[in-house]
């Protein structure tokens, strides 16, 4: 690998002229696949339906892995701490209904949404009623793959599809989070075409009351937040290494 602590200006120009590429690339796949219209929704889809979406007011938190990989990348605050990732892939994972209930209670005149997975939901979603119980309007969108997609792609890409499922990496279709918000006095709704993903939005915001969004996701859709290319993860499968 090529250090550039020690090496020339042409050689750090080159360099960063192939970062360069490399990231105009990635943006160029995420942006088409952003608008695609295909069911299961693309989760480059809803991030990109949620970041055009909300306004430079809103306090934005991600919680998860997949997800909140592509938060990171690709939902940018316009004003200060409007933001809140984790501080790797599972940083905050398990904590995004606290974290939000916790910044609409410090911001109660700004909209908060956090964008999260079922997996990551899973954690804390029962803190969903205590803002119901507390009356406070927190907009949560579960990007729904049903599964544990860290665990679940890795576990696919090397053992297969049999042993993937065997070791209970995916989550059961039939679990319908919006219904649990409604059980516990939420707003809620599930979300399976991409066109209904922004209405969605709206009338989870208009409903003044803490909301759940559903939305189904293509399972084996992962987040792209690396390249086949220079994966970790690829360099041993190509050797042999990995059964």
């Not at 860290?150 to 219904?179: C, F, Q």
Request: glycine share 6%; proline share 5%.
């Amino acid at each position: 690998m090529l250090s550039l602590a020690n090496s020339s200006f042409h050689e750090k120009q080159e360099w960063l002229a192939h970062v360069t590429k490399e990231r105009e690339a990635y943006q160029r796949v995420f942006t088409e696949i952003g608008s695609s219209d295909a069911r299961p929704i693309k989760a480059a889809r809803l991030v990109t339906e949620i970041r055009d979406f909300v306004d430079g007011e809103t306090y934005v938190i991600t919680d998860g892995s997949d997800v909140a990989a592509l938060g990171r990348v690709y939902l940018q605050a316009r004003l200060p701490r409007h933001i809140i990732n984790g501080p790797s892939n599972w940083g905050n994972m398990g904590t995004g209904v606290a974290l939000a209930i916790g910044v609409k209670l410090a911001r109660p005149d700004s909209r908060v949404l956090l964008m999260t997975s079922d997996g990551s939901f899973g954690f804390n979603a029962f803190e969903m009623e205590t803002a119901s119980r507390y009356g406070i309007p927190i907009v949560v969108v579960i990007g729904n793959n049903h599964s544990w997609a860290s665990d679940h792609n890795i576990l696919l890409k090397v053992m297969g599809e049999k042993y993937a499922k065997s070791l209970v990496s995916w989550l059961p279709e039939e679990t319908r989070y919006d219904k649990f918000a409604e059980s516990v006095g939420c707003y809620g709704q599930l979300v399976t075409e991409p066109s209904d993903i922004r209405p969605a939005l709206q009338r989870a915001f208009d409903s003044k009351r803490p909301s759940v969004l559903d939305v189904r996701l293509e399972r084996s859709d992962a987040w792209p937040s690396r390249t086949e290319k220079y994966s970790p993860l690829d360099m041993p499968l190509e050797k042999g290494l990995v059964i």
